[in-house]
């Protein structure tokens, strides 16, 4: 006689809704899974599916809903004699078709057979409920088709398996998934097809409302919450929607959506991200036309939706996700609740996420009696260290015991670490706590593509509370149960982050955003697998990790060292590596710290590092791309201090301190994840040494373009293939002098926003924005005189708003498509006399359209005569400007207003302000004022400018003058002639194109 006892127990504190759930028992012996049952606890017999026995193992499948805690007991036994079991789905064959039925929807499919043109019918030819009916048909006929159908009828779950065999066109299989009683059913679909084909639902249901999870709708549907959840009208739908798993930052494309009206709705939910193929070929898509039709194409691919009809509720109110706490949470999260969990947000948590079955799989095989100490960041002889370094450090010190409790830069694990105050360890474990539980709420609610959950919104936070939490566990705070909570809050949350369908890999075919996204992701799986040492599925994880790592490494750093995003960006994504690396250094894996790649990378941004710039109080990286002129994106500087102390006895540690002490010195890092201030004292020592600055003449670097420098002369120029995260800047330059910036690239990085080319000091065709890379392809010097020569091939321009949009309804998204345009090659070459302080700028295009050439200048004023301007500079420094060749030119003022810029507040709800106690120099708004010299030329024409600079106190101004005479450039300054001889410069030496007399 069989009895097998079984216990289910809620792990979380939360409550999960009724769902298949699938459950493996162990048992030793012999099993006929043909005649058993289940039964409660009250031996009332259960519906169930027995799936299967092996290895000891019995897999069995249930409906089961739970309560927060809730255990509940049942038991296996044998079946009665007068057991008669009913099925999942009732079958009825008719002419042609037949019908199936699961107590709540009736689904027809077609009979076995061969069909011939438009009788070939599809895999789905009606979906209906009580009140909703639709019908599918094929968008375009077939020649012929042959079709085998198999049904799979269990008691809760059955499945269907359509195959059809289009001969010499190829293949396609639809697999159909229905559970007793429920309304949806799950479509997974593959095609290896030579055609391209569309699988079209049709319905006569007009709704009245659309709920939506998309980035980027139309104009006309209106604005997405902070959560990026959008209800509309239907009737303003008047585009397509286009529906995929992954998360999407395309255009009118959705991750799921419901349309409803008071009591019926239809909710397409796509699922299973890991199992697409070809994806971005597979994008379902919703419209109304005279019905309302949900559209599938059928080309080479594999995509698995969800269907629902239903009638009754379409949303319930949130009544239990409740954030509390700005613990690792933004604020707009906080000020903007979640007030409705719609039916379709369910199904895809319960379908296409993380149901109660995948839940059980991943905590059953958590290890009992685990030791906690700290491993993951410092252990506790590395955090006894710091401390002494602290107390040896008066302004951190004070800073410290000033600034421990303010809200900007909370950070309770940092200062337990610091000062050793058991207050503080508490407070951790209680905010720990309540962010695990409302990550866990949120996941299992909504699946995962919630935009809160996707990636760096999930990876970020995690990583330092992961952190948080092995800095403290040794605390006398932590009870056995906070613990074991708390651990199995964070293997349930590693296990999302690696699952394929929360992140798929990208021969799936998704777009999947960035660069940076996908090492910010494993980065962080990488610090909960250190942190979860003894949970099984570890050492595979960190195996997957270092795998990355290596491809990482290999991938964004290009063999001359530059990085393959913009500065700010390679700084962020040195942050989080470091403290990745340094987890697996401490925990006994690979030491990273030592590979070639990682610090030829770090070396080229600390070389690319501007002089000392007098408006900053500090060495810049360079405001290239998304990278900032303020504290809040500078601050990432303190990664050289990171690298330093991680690698300290080396030539290389003395440079990054060196490059740390340049930056100013930052400790702390406002732009970073919201409490990553005291506890990263962890991986910064002030006392270790530094080497004296050991600039060269002239850097080189494949994709990024090249650096000239000499004290505190300086000029950039950006050239080449990398592009993730820079504006439309190629061949743009950056120059200083005199440690003062004169060409800038504006620091504002996205409030507002700085992309389009004639916002650069480039030139742009048309007044339109292109965002063609091209190649340097000379870069030379003679002692201080440097050559540079790129090319660019521009085949494409866009419109482009004239000044940087501060609307914060504004997407770039939004801009209109760019145009195609004959190629037009655009050759710039520049000569920079470092000791004169002077450039020489040249840029030939060839094409039909005419052109511009643009600088942005820190100025103030300027004079104008015929083409020769003077500017006064803002901070001391003026200059000579010449223009050849020009139609006319302009000069116009913009500035904004730096981190008091109302995007900049909105976007991180917070006041820079609070923050200015994180450095011991001053920290200003870094507004940035400039005046633009717009010069116009014909198409097919060489425009030449000449600028050199000066300070206010010299008499340069009196004494300068310049000719241009048949491919001659003549410039007297203080009664000394340079002539310049412009004629195919760049294939001659020095002495031949600069002469002094």
Not at 24 to 34: A, C, E, F
Not at 416 to 435: N, P, V
Request: hydrophobic share 35%; aromatic share 14%.
């Amino acid at each position: 006689m069989t009895h097998i006892s079984i216990s289910v127990k809620e792990p979380f504190g939360i409550q999960w809704p009724k769902q298949y759930t699938i459950i493996d028992v162990s048992y030793n012996g012999s099993l006929d899974i043909k005649n058993l049952c289940l039964y409660n606890s009250l031996d009332i017999m259960t519906e169930a599916d027995f799936i299967s026995f092996k290895n000891n193992k019995l897999k069995i499948g249930f409906m089961l809903s739970l309560y927060p805690f809730e255990t509940k007991k049942m038991y296996i036994a044998d079946t009665p004699q007068d057991y008669k079991e009913n099925k999942c789905i009732s079958i009825k064959k008719t002419n042609g078709y037949k019908s199936i039925s699961n107590s709540s929807l009736i689904l027809h499919i077609p009979s076995s057979g061969t069909y011939y043109g438009n009788e070939i019918p599809a895999p789905v030819m009606l979906v209906s409920s009580k009140h909703i009916s639709t019908h599918g048909i094929w968008k375009k006929e077939f020649d012929k088709a042959h079709i085998k159908v198999r049904i799979e009828n269990k008691t809760l779950h059955a499945r269907i398996t359509i195959k059809y065999d289009f001969f010499e066109q190829g293949k396609y299989k639809a697999v159909i998934d229905m559970h007793k009683e429920m309304n949806e059913i799950v479509i997974t679909e593959t095609s290896d097809v030579g055609f391209s084909n569309s699988f079209i639902i049709k319905s006569s249901f007009i709704p009245k409302k659309t709920y939506a999870r998309m980035h980027t709708p139309s104009k006309e549907l209106g604005v997405p919450d902070q959560w990026k959840r959008i209800t509309f009208n239907t009737s303003n739908q008047k585009n397509p929607i286009f529906l995929q798993p992954f998360y999407s930052w395309d255009k009118d494309t959705a991750t799921l959506i419901q349309y409803y009206d008071d009591r019926l709705g239809i909710c397409i939910v796509p699922i299973n991200a890991g199992k697409w193929e070809n994806a971005q070929a597979q994008n379902i898509k919703t419209y109304m036309d005279d019905s309302f039709i949900i559209e599938a194409p059928v080309n080479k691919g594999k995509r698995s939706w969800l269907l629902s009809l239903y009638s009754g509720l379409s949303y319930e109110k949130n009544n239990y996700i409740n954030l509390r706490t700005d613990y690792q949470n933004w604020e707009n999260m906080l000020d903007n609740p979640i007030e409705r969990i719609y039916l379709s947000d369910r199904l895809c948590a319960a379908y296409g996420g993380i149901n109660f079955s995948k839940t059980l799989e991943w905590l059953n095989i958590i290890q009992q009696n685990i030791t906690y100490t700290p491993h993951v960041l410092a252990d506790n002889k590395q955090i006894k260290a710091t401390q002494e370094r602290i107390s040896n450090w008066p302004w951190i010190k004070n800073t410290i015991q000033q600034h421990k409790d303010d809200k900007a830069g909370f950070d309770p694990a940092g200062v337990y670490c610091a000062l050793d105050d058991e207050k503080y360890a508490l407070i951790t474990k209680q905010k720990i706590s309540i962010w695990l539980l409302s990550r866990i709420q949120l996941i299992t609610t909504f699946g995962y593509s919630l935009h809160e959950i996707v990636c760096i919104r999930l990876s970020r936070p995690i990583r330092l509370i992961a952190i948080d939490f092995d800095l403290t566990c040794s605390s006398r705070h932590y009870s056995n149960y906070d613990k074991q909570f708390i651990y199995s809050a964070f293997v349930f949350i590693m296990r999302v982050i690696e699952a394929e369908d929360y992140w798929p890999d990208k021969k799936n075919g998704f777009r999947m955003g960035n660069r940076n996204f996908h090492s910010d992701r494993f980065s962080a799986l990488g610090i909960l697998a250190c942190l979860l040492k003894d949970y099984p599925l570890s050492r595979q994880i960190i195996k997957y990790v270092q795998k990355q790592i290596e491809k990482e490494l290999k991938f964004c750093i290009k063999d001359s060292g530059a990085w393959i995003e913009a500065p700010n960006y390679q700084a962020y994504s040195m942050n989080y590596l470091i403290i990745l690396f340094t987890a697996l250094k401490n925990n006994g894996h690979k030491n990273y710290f030592k590979n070639a790649r990682f610090r030829k990378t770090l070396e080229f941004l600390s070389d690319i590092q501007t002089p000392y710039d007098i408006r900053y109080g500090a060495h810049m990286i360079p405001t290239l791309g998304d990278t900032a002129a303020n504290y809040w994106s500078q601050s990432f500087s303190n990664i050289f201090a990171w690298a330093g102390k991680m690698t300290q006895g080396t030539s290389f540690s003395k440079k990054m301190i060196r490059a740390w002490k340049y930056a100013g010195s930052p400790v702390f890092s406002s732009g970073g994840e919201l409490n990553s201030t005291f506890k990263m004292l962890l991986l910064t020592d002030n006392t270790l040494p530094y080497e004296k600055e050991k600039y060269k003449l002239l850097y080189e670097y494949e994709g990024f373009g090249a650096i000239a420098r000499m004290n505190n002369s300086y000029l950039c120029l950006k050239s080449g293939d990398i592009s993730m995260h820079y504006d439309h800047d190629e061949s743009t330059i950056i120059w200083y002098e005199n440690n003062t910036p004169l060409l800038i690239d504006i620091g504002s990085q996205y409030f507002p926003p700085c992309d389009a080319s004639f916002m650069h000091n480039r030139i742009s065709i048309d007044m339109k924005t292109d965002q063609a890379r091209g190649s340097l392809i000379c870069a030379k010097h003679d002692k201080d005189m440097f050559l540079f020569v790129t090319k660019t091939e521009i085949s494409e321009i866009q419109e482009w708003p004239l000044w940087p949009i501060t609307d914060p309804t504004w997407n770039f998204r939004y801009a209109q498509d760019p145009i195609k345009i004959d190629k037009h090659i655009w050759k710039r070459s520049i000569i920079y006399l470092m000791a004169h302080k002077a450039l020489l700028i040249i840029d030939e295009v060839k094409g039909s359209l005419p052109f511009e050439q643009n600088f942005l200048l820190t100025t103030n004023s300027y004079e104008h005569q015929n083409n020769y301007y003077g500017f006064n500079g803002q901070t001391g420094m003026n200059m000579h400007i010449w223009t050849f060749n020009n139609i006319n030119s302009e000069v116009m003022d913009w500035s904004y207003k730096g981190l008091d810029e109302p995007l900049f507040k909105k976007a991180f709800s917070m006041d820079w302000k609070d923050f200015t106690w994180m450095w011991d120099k001053p920290i200003t708004n870094m507004e940035e004022r400039v005046q633009i010299l717009r010069n116009k030329f014909f198409p097919c024409s060489k425009a030449i400018t000449f600028i050199s600079a000066y300070s206010s106190d010299s008499e340069d101004k009196q004494n300068v003058e310049m000719f241009y005479n048949n491919n001659t450039l003549i410039w007297i300054k203080n009664g000394k002639k340079i002539e310049i001889n412009l004629k195919s410069f760049n294939e001659k030496p020095f002495s031949h194109i600069v002469k002094e007399y």
